[in-house]
C-alpha cells in the first residue's frame, strides 16, 4: 500500500511512472531507476551487470508500427475495393485487422500487430468466405491478387518492411516512409560504449528489413540480424531464434536480454530464458498482456537504458530524447481528460489510456454520441441510403459500430438488445439480423477479441494462465466443504466470443439421448494436425484396455477412444466471433458495444423495455431501450447475476439484499451445475515438443474419449481428454518436468449448487457455490473411473513413454487414499450451468411442489416465466448437463431459440440410429485377453453396490 501511495504521489508530481493492474506487493517490487518508476512483476536480481546482448524487437520497438502499417493496409483495402470481382466492404478489413479508422492506429492486440503475415491472410480468405459469398478457391485467388508485397516468395509468412515494398521512390508518400521511434541510433551507440552487442529479431523478411535499417542509419551498430525468412528462423514465440543468437555469440541466455512490443516478443525471450525481459508499450498491446511474461514495462525504448545500465549514465546522455517519452504526453492527456470529464474513475494504463480515451471516449463518452451528419469525420460506417435508415444518425466510435435507432428518451435503440457476445449472443445477433426488418444491439462487459492468445490454438492456457486476462472474468466459487475448503477456479469468457475464445476448443454435443439432433451451420470444426505418437498410444492403450474405437465421437457411438473434433479452422480459433459474429458485421441492423457493464433490466409494468448500463464501468449509467425484447445471454454466471439485480429471483434472497421484488422466481441461481475432473500424470520418457514447427494451430487436445464405470449406466458418464504434455493448476503452475496426462472427468454428476448475489452493488462478484461432491455417488464414479484410467495407461501402447506414475502417485490405492486425492485435486472443467433453468410454468414459482433446484426460471421458448419482453438464452437455461464439452450445446440452444423468436417452425427430429452399450461389462472392445480382467473389475463393483445396499 506505501508502495501504491507513493506513486500516486510521485504521478502527481508529474514524474514519469509505469504501474500495471497486476501490481502486489507481496509478489512484485517497483524499483526506480533514474528518477523513474517501473513496473516489475517479479522480484530480480539479474542486473548488478550489464547484459552481454540485448535483442530487440523491430516493428512497433524501434520503428513506429502505426506510421508504418497504415499506408500498407490502406492499400491493401483499395486494393480489394477496386478490384473487379465482388465487392468488399473495406471496414470489414479495418475490423479484421484491428486498424482504428477514426485514430488511425492500430488497436491492441490486433490481428497485423501479433500475428504473421500468414495468419492474416488466412483469416482474410475466412472472411470473404464467411461474409461475402466466396467460395475457398476463389478466396484464396482474391487474396493473392490483391495483396501488398509483405510475403517472401517461400511461403515462410515473414512480414516485408513498408519501407522496403517493391514500390519506385517517387511513388512513397511522407506517411509511407518508416518512422524509427525516438533517437534509436543514439541508443544503439551508448549500449555499444558500454561493450553491449545489439541484435535484431524481426518476422519481417531479410531484403526489406535490411533496407529499412539501413535507411535509418542504424545497420552499423546492429552486431546479429535474423529475419523470418531465414533458413534457420522460426517463428515468435518460438525460443529458437533467441537461442540461435545465443549460441552465435556464445553467450548464455541469462546474460541476455530481450525488448519488444507484444507478447510474442516476450514470450520468446521466457521461453529462451533469458535474463532480462522488458516490455515497450508501443500501442498495440496492452499493458496487462505486457506484464504476463515481462520483468519490466516501459513507456519508452530509451528507458531501457536505465534497466540495463542502472547508475551508468550522465543525466544529458538522453537529454536530446526527453521530448520523444510518451510519459509527459499521456500524463498531459489524462489531465486534459479528466478536466473535460471524460475519464471517470481510475485511469486505464498505457496503451488502454493512449487508445481508449483518446478515441473510444471522445465519442462514447460525449454528451452528443450520437452524430447525425453523415459526412462527419466520427462517423465510422455509411449510412445506409434507404429511406428507413436516412431517418438514423450513425455512432462511431472505437467502441461502437453500425447505426443504431435513436430518440431523446433513451442513449441507445434496438429492437433486440442482446446482453453477452459470447456462445449464445454471437449466435442470436447473426440469426436474428438475418431478417433485415430487425436491428439488434449486441452488448458485450469485456473487449474485442483482438489478440493471438484468443486466436492460436495452441495459446488456449495463455488466458487461464497465473496473470489475469482482460478475456477471462476469473470467478472463485466459495470454500467448498467436500473439497478440503479448496475456492475453485471458475474461469468464464469476457469479450467477442465469450467461453468460446478460451476454451479447449472441444467440439462435442453429448450424448443421443440428452437431446433431438440436428446439422449444419457455420461452426467449422477440424481434428487435431500435431501428429503426436502419443496420441496414438493413447488410442491404442484404450483398446488394448478393452474398450472399441470410435470414428466419432458427435455420430452413431459415442462411447470408445478416439480423436476428438476441435473448433479450429486453417490454424484458427473458430470461436462464435469468427464463425457467427464478423460475418454479420457488414449488416447495417446490427450494432456492436463493448466494455459495457449491464446493471440491471427496466420494466414498464411486467414488460422489459430495456437495461442500465454503465460504459465504461463506473461511469454515469446510462439506459439502452429494447423494443422488442430484451435477451439475456450473458452466460451461467452473469445471467442470474442480472435478472436477481433486476428483481427476478427468491423472494427472501433479494429482499436480504435490499433488491426489490419484480417476479418471484425461486429457481433463479439454483440448480448450479459443473462438471469436475481431475489429472492423471505420467513422466514422459519421451517428450514431444509442442513447438516444433507446424503446431502452433492445434489446441493438442486431439484424442479422448467416453467409458462406463458401471454396467447399469445407459451411456457413458466418464469423459477422458488426452493432453501430451503437463498442465498444472489450469496452467497457472509451471511445470517441473514433461508429463502426458489425462483429464477425467464426470458427466452426470448429481450434487447442485447455488448461485446468490453477495450485495445489490452490480459490480460485486456473486456468491458463487457449486456444492461439488455433495452427493456420494459424484465420488465413487471418480474413483471407478482412476481405477480403469490406470488401466489404460498399464497398456503395451504406452511402454516406451511411460516414466513414473507422477498423479495421484502409485503408492495411492486404496478406496480411502483415492478419495481424498479427489477431495484434494479435483478442479473444475469449466462447464458451469443450468443456472436458469427451463421447464414448466407451474413449477416456477410453487415452492411445495419441487425444490428450488427443479423450480423453473424460463418456459420451452426461453421466455423468463410471468415477465414480457425477457428472455435468457444461453447455458443457464439447461435443465441437466449434456454428456460432455457445453460449448456446441450451448450454440445449439442459441439456433433453436432464435428460430422461436423469429417465429420460424421448429425443425423436425431427425430420427437416426444410436450406439446401444452392453449391459453386463463397462467393456465394449474386442480385445479378448481383456475379458478376465473386465470381469474382475465387473465383479468388484457389484460387490460394492451390494454392500453399499
Not at 551508448?190 to 528489413?209: G, M, P, Q, W, Y
Not at 496473470?467 to 468464464?492: A, T
Not at 470410435?550 to 480423436?563: A, I
Not at 504434455?725 to 450434487?751: D, M, N, W, Y
Request: aromatic letters at 6%; proline letters at 6%; charged letters at 20%.
Amino acid at each position: 500500500m506505501r508502495c501504491l501511495l507513493l506513486a500516486n504521489r510521485l504521478q502527481g508530481a508529474g514524474l514519469h511512472i509505469r504501474t500495471g493492474r497486476h501490481f502486489r506487493t507481496s509478489a512484485a517490487l517497483q524499483k526506480v531507476h533514474a528518477g523513474k518508476l517501473f513496473c516489475v512483476k517479479r522480484h530480480v536480481n539479474r542486473l548488478n551487470n550489464p547484459p552481454e546482448i540485448v535483442i530487440f524487437d523491430k516493428d512497433g520497438t524501434l520503428v513506429d508500427f502505426h506510421s508504418m502499417w497504415s499506408p500498407w493496409l490502406l492499400r491493401l483495402v483499395h486494393n480489394f475495393e477496386t478490384s473487379s470481382g465482388r465487392k468488399v466492404c473495406g471496414d470489414a478489413i479495418h475490423d479484421l485487422m484491428g486498424y482504428d479508422t477514426v485514430e488511425k492506429k492500430f488497436v491492441p492486440g490486433s490481428l497485423l500487430a501479433e500475428g504473421t503475415m500468414a495468419m492474416c491472410k488466412r483469416a482474410l480468405e475466412n472472411m470473404l468466405v464467411s461474409q461475402f459469398g466466396y467460395s475457398e478457391t476463389e478466396a484464396q485467388t482474391a487474396v493473392r491478387d490483391n495483396w501488398v508485397g509483405g510475403v517472401n516468395p517461400s511461403g515462410s509468412g515473414a512480414k516485408a518492411t513498408v519501407a522496403g515494398n517493391p514500390v519506385e521512390p517517387q511513388q512513397k508518400t511522407e506517411q509511407e516512409l518508416v518512422s524509427p521511434i525516438g533517437d534509436v541510433l543514439l541508443l544503439f551507440k551508448l549500449l555499444k560504449k558500454f561493450n553491449i552487442k545489439v541484435a535484431i529479431c524481426t518476422s519481417d523478411n531479410r531484403e526489406c528489413t535490411t533496407q529499412a535499417l539501413q535507411d535509418m542509419g542504424l545497420l552499423p551498430d546492429i552486431e546479429a540480424l535474423v529475419c523470418g525468412d531465414d533458413a534457420f528462423s522460426k517463428p515468435k514465440p518460438h525460443p529458437h531464434n533467441a537461442l540461435y543468437l545465443s549460441k552465435l555469440f556464445n553467450c548464455v541466455p541469462e546474460k541476455m536480454a530481450m525488448v519488444g512490443d507484444t507478447p510474442s516478443d516476450t514470450i520468446m525471450g521466457r521461453a529462451a530464458n533469458l535474463g532480462t525481459v522488458i516490455g515497450v508499450q508501443s500501442g498495440v498491446c496492452d499493458t496487462e498482456t505486457l506484464l504476463q511474461d515481462s520483468d519490466y514495462v516501459v513507456d519508452d525504448i530509451h528507458d531501457v537504458l536505465d534497466i540495463v545500465l542502472p547508475g551508468r549514465l550522465h543525466t544529458d546522455d538522453m537529454s536530446r530524447n526527453t521530448a520523444l517519452r510518451h510519459a509527459s504526453s499521456l500524463a498531459a492527456l489524462r489531465d486534459e481528460l479528466l478536466q473535460a470529464g471524460k475519464l471517470v474513475g481510475k485511469s486505464m494504463t498505457g496503451s488502454e489510456s493512449r487508445f481508449f480515451h483518446t478515441s473510444a471516449s471522445k465519442y462514447s463518452s460525449h454528451p452528443k454520441l450520437l452524430n447525425t451528419s453523415p459526412n462527419s469525420q466520427s462517423t465510422k460506417r455509411n449510412v445506409s441510403s434507404t429511406a428507413s435508415d436516412s431517418q438514423k444518425p450513425a455512432v462511431s466510435s472505437g467502441s461502437l459500430t453500425r447505426p443504431l435507432m435513436f430518440d431523446n428518451s433513451w442513449k441507445y435503440e434496438a429492437d433486440y438488445v442482446v446482453v453477452g457476445a459470447g456462445s449464445a449472443g454471437c449466435t442470436l445477433a447473426n440469426r436474428l439480423t438475418e431478417d433485415s426488418s430487425n436491428s439488434v444491439l449486441l452488448l458485450e462487459a469485456g473487449p474485442r477479441d483482438y489478440s493471438w492468445t484468443v486466436h492460436m490454438p495452441v495459446a488456449l492456457m495463455y488466458n487461464l494462465g497465473p496473470e489475469k486476462s482482460k478475456f477471462n472474468w476469473n470467478f472463485e466459487s466459495v470454500p467448498q466443504k467436500n473439497m478440503n475448503n479448496r475456492s475453485i477456479y471458475c474461469p468464464r469468457g469476457k469479450g467477442w466470443g465469450g467461453s468460446s475464445s478460451i476454451n479447449g476448443m472441444a467440439y462435442v454435443r453429448g450424448h443421443a439421448q440428452d437431446y433431438n439432433r440436428g446439422s449444419g451451420g457455420p461452426l467449422h470444426v477440424s481434428r487435431g494436425t500435431s501428429k503426436n505418437p502419443l496420441h496414438e498410444a493413447w488410442i491404442r492403450a484404450g483398446e488394448e484396455a478393452g474398450f472399441a474405437l470410435t470414428d466419432d465421437q458427435n455420430g452413431f457411438q459415442q462411447e470408445g477412444f478416439g480423436w476428438m473434433d476441435m473448433t479450429v479452422k486453417n490454424g484458427i480459433r473458430w470461436s462464435t466471433a469468427n464463425a457467427y459474429l464478423r460475418p454479420a458485421l457488414s449488416r447495417t441492423k446490427l450494432s456492436t458495444l463493448t466494455k459495457v457493464a449491464v446493471n440491471k433490466v427496466i420494466f414498464e409494468g411486467d414488460k422489459a423495455v430495456g437495461v442500465m448500463v454503465e460504459q465504461p464501468p463506473g461511469s454515469p449509467p446510462i439506459k439502452v431501450r429494447a423494443h422488442k425484447e430484451v435477451i439475456l445471454s450473458a452466460g451461467s454466471i452473469g445471467s442470474p447475476q442480472i435478472l436477481m439485480l433486476s428483481g427476478i429471483g427468491d423472494r427472501t434472497h433479494l429482499q436480504q439484499v435490499g433488491v426489490d421484488v419484480v417476479q418471484h422466481l425461486p429457481g433463479v441461481g439454483m440448480n448450479l451445475q459443473d462438471h469436475l475432473e481431475i489429472y492423471l500424470q505420467h513422466k514422459c520418457l519421451q517428450p514431444w515438443f509442442l513447438f516444433q514447427s507446424g503446431q502452433c494451430g492445434t489446441s493438442h487436445m486431439e484424442s479422448g474419449g467416453f467409458i462406463r464405470t458401471d454396467p447399469s449406466v445407459p451411456h457413458p458418464n466418464v469423459q477422458f481428454h488426452f493432453l501430451p504434455s503437463t498442465v498444472i493448476e489450469h496452467g497457472r503452475v509451471a511445470p517441473p518436468f514433461e508429463c502426458f496426462q489425462a483429464h477425467v472427468g464426470t458427466l452426470r454428476p448429481k450434487s447442485r449448487g447455488s448461485l446468490k448475489l453477495k450485495t445489490s452493488n452490480p459490480r460485486d462478484v456473486p456468491v458463487i457455490d457449486p456444492n461439488y461432491l455433495e452427493d456420494p455417488s459424484d465420488m465413487q464414479e471418480f474413483v471407478d473411473a482412476i481405477r480403469i484410467t490406470r488401466s489404460v495407461f498399464s497398456q503395451p501402447a504406452f511402454d516406451q513413454y511411460r516414466g513414473e506414475e507422477v498423479s495421484p502417485g502409485s503408492d495411492l490405492t486404496s478406496q480411502r487414499d483415492l478419495e481424498e486425492f479427489v477431495r484434494r485435486m479435483a478442479d473444475t472443467a469449466y462447464h458451469h450451468s443450468c443456472t436458469c433453468r427451463m421447464g414448466r410454468e407451474e413449477s416456477a414459482t410453487d415452492e411445495r411442489a419441487v425444490s428450488a433446484h427443479e423450480a423453473a426460471v424460463v418456459d420451452p421458448e426461453g421466455k423468463v416465466i410471468g415477465l414480457q419482453g425477457l428472455r435468457v438464452v444461453d447455458s443457464s437455461i439447461f435443465p441437466s448437463m449434456v454428456s460432455g464439452n457445453l460449448n456446441a450445446a450451448t450454440i445449439m440452444v442459441a439456433e433453436k431459440l432464435s428460430d422461436r423468436i423469429l417465429g420460424k417452425d421448429p425443425l423436425p427430429p431427425i430420427n437416426v440410429p444410436v450406439y446401444q452399450s452392453p449391459q453386463d461389462t463397462i467393456y465394449n472392445g474386442h480385445y479378448q485377453q481383456q475379458h478376465h480382467q473386465s470381469k474382475q473389475f465387473d465383479t468388484a463393483h457389484q460387490q460394492r453396490t451390494q454392500k453399499a445396499v
